[in-house]
C-alpha cells in the first residue's frame, strides 16, 4: 500500500517561509518522480514544482521560481518544498505526489497524499 503523507503547512504572515515535508511509503520511491501541487478554494489544483529521481533535475510553476525550492532525501523517503516569500495567493491546500514522467499535469501522478493547507494572511 502505497502511502504519502504531508505535514508542515499552517498560518503564516506574507513574507513569512514555511516548509513542507512529504513522507512516502510503500513503494521503491527513489524510482519515481516526485512533484508537490496545489489547489485553492474554487480553483483548479495547479502544478507547483516536480523533482527528478535523484533530485539533480527540478520544475517550478513560474509563479513559484525563484521563491520555492523542491528536494528529496531518498535515504528517508522524503520530499520537501521550502516555501519563502509567501503570498496570500499561495493560500491553498498543498500535494505531494508521484509520477514516472517528467510532467506539470497531474493525470500523470499515480500517488498522492491527503494534502495540508497552508494559509498566508497579508
Known sequence: QVQLVESGGGLVQA?????LSCAASGH???????GWFRQAPGK????????????KITYY????????TISRDNAKNMVYLQMNSLKPEDTAVYYCASAYYTSRNS????YW?????VTVSS
Open 15 to 19: 513574507g513569512g517561509s514555511l516548509r
Open 28 to 34: 521503491p520511491f527513489a524510482n519515481y518522480r516526485m
Open 44 to 55: 483548479e489544483r495547479e502544478f507547483v514544482a516536480q523533482i527528478s529521481e535523484l533530485g
Open 61 to 68: 510553476a513560474d509563479s513559484v521560481k525563484g521563491r520555492f
Open 107 to 110: 493525470k500523470d501522478y499515480n
Open 113 to 117: 497524499g491527503q494534502g495540508t493547507q
